[in-house]
């Protein structure tokens, strides 16, 4: 039983480190600059 909480344990972390990895690398290829975004909701602006 002990184990496979280990286990548990493991694959959660892994799944934790990987999903970071994801978010980061997300936000360092993101363009610089301004970004223009239109929808139902209107125009907004935003600057990065």
Do not use: F, H
């Amino acid at each position: 039983m002990k184990q496979n909480m280990l286990y548990v344990m493991i694959g959660a972390l892994v799944v934790v480190v990987i999903a970071l990895g994801i978010y980061i690398y997300r936000e360092q290829t993101r363009p610089k600059g301004v970004e223009l975004k239109i929808d139902d909701k209107g125009i907004s602006i935003q600057q990065n």
